[in-house]
């Protein structure tokens, strides 16, 4: 799982370094909304994957490790845009330092996303030419992602280069976990050694203090000696776990959540100066309803030397009052240097405020996502209007970005058809006009039911006197066409079908004549339910006669308002005059159609005879 600021980072750094015309493609071949991206909301660590791949593809350039690295990155300017800056900043006073410092800056973030898995990182050893950090984490995939992250804060807060390597990979079935080598001048290695040396001089001076004192300092610290046997206790410890502690093995007690290594003695020793340690109650709680109710202790392990001991030196890690109560503890148990309590008690004044805040917003986002789906639903109305009012291949133009009036398109061959009701004038001659609007709107609509199931076969109009024109073949121009479409707009229009068109029926086998041949008979087959409804008996069956043609045609929108998609030539002419001159019932078709359907093993035609279509 990641939280939606990572998300968000990436569509960022896609957007400034690719485009905002890249990031909409990815959306789509993904299937994903990116527009709604909650900074707190959570993913799929799979959809990392899945963009990078995605990256790939259209871009045809670059791996996933270069892509990730990109995204470590661009995620610390993108988290820098929401103050998190200044916490960056005030890690460490040198890059060295802020090394250091990473783990707890993951830790802390435990509050603003609790369900985050924090990532472990300790460094192992320096040198005054770099470090060895180790990288631990359940999510994977994300080595070169930390590696991009590490060079951007270098580069951004200490104005240093540095350069990064996979040192070691030592994962195993459980989590990810690598060593990493950090190449750059740390000079704050030296001045630190040189520093120690001055220290240990004057620490001589120093008066050493009562072990009553510290543990008073401390009241949750635990001394250990070589052998892991508890030597002593804060007093805290003492009012909190059912047993006695000390004389036990501290593992026994403990167990160690942070950092996961392998602890004895000397790797205790080895990391104190450098590890946050997180310890974990084994023994039972006086208090705890139950036995699995854990209390974490977040602190330093330090060497006394005068007793060959190490105190654990730590804090409880309490989110609320709740827990405190829960865990049996008191204000007066808290650290009384480090504003522990005074912490707890202002973050009681400002809790219902913050639940205040939070149930605001989370109103909030039930509204903005709501909107979305109605945005989203709006769209695919307006869509579907878009493409049951013009072909497909012009919807797509339109879609694209291309002005509707600029589209002109020259198409050698189509097929075009006309459905006639006969003698329509006399049926609706005493009709009111309200009646005349139900009429012709209750034949169309059979009419548009029937084309609208057919693949490349579009409606183009209705005529005033019930006429209907339907064409096929607009799918493919004239490579030769000289319309004032740029060669960029053209190549803009997607080649596949869109979902508007890809639930038709497809006839792949047909021509442009044996699938307009399919519509008129299912036109003819379905008439026979349409009747006169100005009869009083309302029996007898309307009658239609249909008539098409094939041949060349210019085609284009027309107008700037109330647009209207076009078709000029003698093509459209001639269809029109073979549905005047068809019979009722019949289909009229033209030489040129003909020579379409003559080999066909669908359909028969009979000639009938030879008319006059043009008058010079």
């Not at 078709?567 to 159609?593: E, H, P, Q, W, Y």
Request: net charge negative; hydrophobic share 35%.
């Amino acid at each position: 799982m990641v939280y939606g600021i990572l998300v968000q980072s990436v569509q960022d750094a896609i957007i400034t370094k690719f485009g905002k015309e890249l990031w909409e493609q990815l959306q789509e071949f993904l299937n994903f909304d990116g527009n709604t991206l909650l900074q707190k909301k959570i993913y799929s660590d799979d959809l990392f994957g899945q963009i990078i791949d995605a990256l790939i593809l259209f871009r045809q350039e670059g791996d996933h490790d270069y892509y990730m690295e990109f995204f470590g990155n661009a995620f610390v300017g993108y988290f820098s845009h929401y103050g998190f800056e200044k916490i960056l900043r005030v890690a460490g006073r040198n890059f060295r330092d802020f090394l250091y410092s990473i783990d707890q800056l993951h830790d802390s973030n435990r509050f603003m996303f609790p369900q985050m898995k924090s990532p472990l990182f300790f460094v192992e050893s320096e040198d005054e030419n770099g470090a060895y950090l180790h990288y631990q984490s359940t999510r994977r995939g994300f080595n070169y992602y930390v590696i991009g992250q590490i060079k951007e804060c270098c580069k951004r807060f200490y104005n240093q280069s540095c350069e990064v390597r996979i040192h070691q990979d030592i994962s195993d079935d459980k989590q990810n976990h690598v060593i990493y080598r950090i190449d750059f001048k740390n000079q704050a290695f030296l001045e630190d050694n040189d520093t120690r040396s001055v220290s240990s001089v004057w620490s001589t001076k120093m008066n050493n203090i009562m072990s009553g004192t510290l543990l008073n300092l401390f009241p949750f610290s635990v001394g250990f000696g070589k052998d892991l046997k508890i030597k002593f206790i804060g007093h805290a410890f003492e009012s909190l776990f059912t047993e006695e502690l000390v004389g036990k093995n501290l593992f026994d007690t403990f167990k160690i959540n942070r950092p996961p290594f392998h602890a004895d003695w000397n790797s205790i020793l080895i990391n104190s100066s450098s590890v946050i340690f997180e310890l974990e109650n084994i023994c039972e709680l006086k208090t705890s309803d139950s036995k699995d109710t854990k209390l974490k202790i977040k602190g330093q392990m330090k060497l006394l030397k005068d007793i060959d001991a190490i105190a654990f030196l730590g804090h409880p890690v309490i989110n609320d009052m709740e827990e405190m109560s829960k865990f049996g503890l008191y204000l007066n148990d808290l650290n009384k240097f480090d504003g522990s309590a005074e912490m707890l008690v202002t973050e009681m004044q400002h809790e219902a405020q913050l639940q205040k805040a939070y149930e605001t917003q989370q109103s909030w986002t039930a509204s903005l996502e709501e909107t979305r789906l109605q945005l989203n639903q709006w769209k695919k109305k307006g869509k579907k209007l878009l493409y049951s009012m013009l072909p497909a291949r012009i919807a797509q133009l339109i879609e694209s970005g291309v002005k509707p009036n600029s589209i002109c398109e020259t198409f050698e061959e189509v097929t075009i058809m006309f459905v006639n009701t006969v003698d329509f004038s006399s049926i609706v001659k005493n009709a009111e006009p309200n009646q005349l609007i139900k009429f012709v709107n209750s034949t169309i609509s059979v009419y548009d039911g029937i084309v609208s199931t057919y693949d490349k076969v579009h409606k183009i109009e209705t005529k005033a006197d019930g006429s209907y024109l339907i064409v096929t073949g607009l799918d493919h121009h004239s490579p030769n066409d000289s319309s004032s479409l740029g060669k960029d707009s053209m190549f803009s229009v997607r080649t596949n079908y869109d979902e508007e068109t890809a639930n038709k029926r497809q006839f792949p086998h047909f021509n442009q004549c044996e699938l307009i041949c399919a519509v008129a008979l299912e036109i003819i087959e379905n008439s026979h339910e349409l009747h006169n409804p100005f009869e009083s008996d309302y029996k007898e069956a309307l009658k239609i006669k249909i008539g098409f043609h094939t041949g060349s045609i210019v085609a284009g929108i027309v107008g700037l308002s109330n647009i209207q998609f076009c078709l000029f030539g003698d093509t459209v002419n001639t269809a029109s005059r073979m549905c005047s001159n068809s019979d009722a019932g019949k289909i009229l078709l033209s030489d040129n159609s003909f020579s379409q359907l003559k080999n066909s093993t669908y359909y028969e035609c009979e000639f009938r005879d030879t008319i006059q279509v043009k008058v010079n």
